[in-house]
């Protein structure tokens, strides 16, 4: 089992930034050999996709909604992945997840084993 552990999150206007950060710890945990994602729900919404990057060299997908706003990255010295965020729209709003995966699918909610407790980012219009 993998503790992640979500920060950064906030109330911004239309256009701002924001930058989650997400702390991995674990007894016999290796940082870099687990992919790290994170996901989003609205209220009322399914958990949704947001951005991966994979173990080791990291390889980074994006969901089509965020790709050239959001930057997802790792510190592997630091156990820490963090995910950039500009340019941020309302529909952006949601509590944003965490998670850590050892292969599968990286889209996939059901391809990750270990979920943070979210951290809430709120963008008004």
């Known amino acids: 089992q993998v503790q992640l552990v979500e920060s950064g999150g906030g109330l911004v206007q239309a256009g701002g930034s924001l930058r989650l950060s997400c702390a991995a710890s674990?007894?016999?945990?290796?940082?870099?050999?687990?992919?790290m994602g994170w996901f989003r729900q609205a209220p009322g919404k399914e958990r949704e996709f947001v951005a991966n990057i994979n173990e080791g060299v990291g390889s980074t997908y994006y969901a089509n909604s965020v790709k050239g706003r959001f930057t997802i990255s790792r510190d592997n010295a630091k156990n820490t992945v963090y995910l950039q965020m500009n340019s941020l729209k309302p529909e952006d709003t949601a509590v944003y997840f965490c998670?850590?995966?050892?292969?599968?699918?990286?889209?996939?909610?059901?391809?990750?084993?270990?979920w943070g407790q979210g951290t809430q980012v709120t963008v008004s219009s």
């Open positions: 998670a850590a995966r050892r292969g599968g699918i990286y889209y996939s909610a059901r391809s990750y084993a270990s």
């Open positions: 674990g007894r016999t945990f290796t940082f870099s050999t687990y992919a």
